[in-house]
């Protein structure tokens, strides 16, 4: 029932608020009112609403020696004889005189706030609640003084509750209307509170705050806005952080496009300037030269019509087309890439052949196997890994290259004969390495795409040395029978 009430919306809740205000503030009133007599009960000891009718008795029966009781009641003329007795009577007190013998009318002071007490209104509970109590608790009382012209019966009737009931009225009306007021305004001082929260909320938005979690203000409009707007604020700040990780992909690319892309280019430059100094040479050096040069025109032009793939280097997904190649071709990108080492002045060992690396349990070499693989990437792996030794490595240290077949290790494929071709590539670092400037993302660019072809990459510094070894997964091919 609560969360149903909770639910509604501002403009129910407020109408609901307002009619239930109402009837309890009408409730109040009439109950209070209904209870006045008890109210003068605690009033009338009040000093404003005293009356001490001993004292004016005594007033009174010192004042009746001098004054004739008239014999019957003559009206107007009986009224002035005793008018001066009756002085002493305030607009609340009514005097009433009446013959000791006869018990018949006099004389009397009609009390003037009876003549401008309102009659026919809600105020008339408080009319007859006057003729009620006028003297509470008891009989009207007869007081016998002695006049003139002998003793009479005096009766006087206190009207001074008349005096309570209108400021009580007053008092009464304003508390209920107090309580209707501060129940709704203290409603609407609490809605408008949650919209000046929110207001703050879509400042600190507007100053590019996004960190600070809107509150909860309920399940109305106001709360509906104010879970909106926290989603809002979550969608912002998740689309932020997007664009700039797509800026810094993009910038990633640039960079790792640069770098791919200058391996083979100054490959390419090495390889010409051998051929402008050996120009006069044999022609089957030049011929070897420049299919090379053929070659790497070739690997450029492929990265540059994928240049795409390189962003997602960085991204959850990546351009991989694997086709079936021989184990081979990953020892002919080493020597090319050994080769030109040789070239930049590196001193190199000998890169063994395929058929030089033995399977175990002698089931043939490493040209017997194939693996499956990415042509372009793989040529991008080890341009990237060699372009390192270029830029980090001593040349006065042989570079070694080494490769090892082996079974999987793991006792739970170990089952499945998987074999993983071990390349270590072997260099020393240079002692100035410091002044190179480095980012990091060809290592970032080979670990990815290695991933891609369920390989692993692991490094190794060791005084002044620096080892990166490279396993990919081989397979046996499958030999049909005829």
Known sequence: MIDR???LSLRVKLLLLILGMGCISLLLFFTLWNNIAFAWSVAKYLPCFSFDEEAFVGELRQDAQNYTVPEYNDGKNGKNTMEGFFAPADKYTGIYIYGSDDGLYRASKYPEIL???????????GASLIDIYGKPGYEPEFYTLEFQNGPADVLIQNYRYAAFVYPYL??????????????????INRRMK?????????????????????????QDEIGTLSTELDCLRQTLSEQIAKEAESRQANQDLITAMSHDLRTPLTILKGYLEVLKLKQTHASELSETYLERCLKKADDIREMTD???????????????SPTELPASFLCQCIRENMDFLALAGFETKKTPD????????????LADTVFTGDETMLKRIFNNLFSNILKYGEKS???????????????VTAASNELFLEISLLNAVKADRKDIAGNGIGLKSVLKMLTLHHGTLTQEKTDGMYRIRLCFPLSLPQIKEG
Do not use: W
């Open 115 to 125: 003549n401008s007490f309102i009659i026919g209104t809600v105020l008339e509970r």
């Open 5 to 7: 009430i909770r639910s």
């Open 306 to 320: 994928r240049m795409f793939e390189y962003a997602l280097v960085f991204g959850e997904q990546e351009d991989f």
């Open 194 to 218: 949650d919209i000046l929260c929110l207001k703050q909320e879509i400042l600190l938005m507007a100053s590019g705050d996004l960190s600070h979690p809107v509150p909860f203000c309920g």
């Open 397 to 411: 240290v042989p570079v070694t290259v080494s490769l090892q077949v082996a079974k999987d290790a793991n006792p």
């Open 170 to 187: 007053i008092v009464i009306v304003c508390l209920c209307v107090g309580i209707f007021l501060f129940s709704i305004l203290t409603y």
């Open 354 to 365: 395929a058929s030089d690396v033995l399977l175990p349990c002698g089931k043939g070499s």
